[in-house]
């Protein structure tokens, strides 16, 4: 059974340009959380996706955006980047957001350094 | 709002010793408590979790009790190995709210 699976890895923008990560959860998940960790902190609450919608959001601007697909799959997107946006970008899903969600199983990440 | 404040890193044991990491809270209500860790190139799993206070979470050999009085969640194991390097991180959620989590705390253990 695959866990959550991020893609890429690692990539590396210039400040101003776009940028799409994606991540499929758990199989059976339906709920998908984005979150940023900055290098030495601990990761911070980006928003969350349920039935295609965003269900909530944490403090960052709308240049930060996302889309949930009808298989589950998520994506984040980030417009006109800034240095500041280099982080570890992790995903996280979990069944059913009525439940504690602490019941989150985290993917290893996207490493996103803007130069 | 609702913080999390763990004891700064790096903490560095000779393997078999004794661990804490403290770590404390700040919420407006009755927050569950969690403990997760995070391995070199992995990404953050769940290692022990309380709801209600005086409970107490446990997971391989790791042991942490909700302590309401003194707003406090600290995490303990009698015996660390090597393989227990990682860093870990605090985290409270309030009703379904998200998961709000310390800096993290980098443990060395070396053999």
């Known amino acids: 059974d695959a866990g959550v699976t991020q893609s890429p890895t690692h990539l590396i923008k210039t400040r101003g340009q776009q940028v799409t990560l994606r991540c499929s959860p758990k199989s059976g998940h339906d709920t998908v959380s984005w979150y940023q960790q900055a290098l030495g902190q601990g990761p911070q609450f980006i928003f969350q996706y349920y039935e295609e919608e965003e269900r909530q959001r944490g403090n960052f601007p709308d240049r930060f955006s996302g889309h949930q697909f009808p298989n589950y799959s998520s994506e984040l997107n980030v417009n006109a980047l800034l240095l500041g946006d280099s982080a570890l970008y992790l995903c996280?899903?979990?069944?059913?957001?009525?439940?504690?969600?602490?019941?989150?199983?985290f993917g290893p990440g996207t490493r996103l350094t803007v130069t | 709002g609702d913080s999390v404040t763990q004891m700064e890193g790096p903490v560095t044991l000779s393997e078999e010793a004794f661990l804490t990491i403290n770590c404390t809270y700040t919420?407006?209500?009755?927050?569950?408590l969690f403990w997760y860790v995070q391995y070199p190139g992995e990404g953050l799993q769940l290692l022990l979790k309380?709801?209600?206070?005086?409970d107490k979470g446990s997971n391989k050999g790791f042991e942490a009790t909700y302590r309401k009085e003194t707003t406090s969640f600290h995490l303990e194991k009698g015996s660390v190995q090597v393989s227990d390097s990682a860093v870990y991180f605090c985290a409270l959620s309030e009703r379904n709210t998200p998961l709000v989590f310390g800096k993290g705390t980098r443990l060395s253990v070396i053999a």
């Open positions: 309380a709801t209600k206070a005086d």
């Open positions: 996280a899903s979990s069944l059913d957001p009525g439940l504690p969600l602490y019941e989150q199983y």
């Open positions: 919420a407006t209500g009755y927050p569950s």
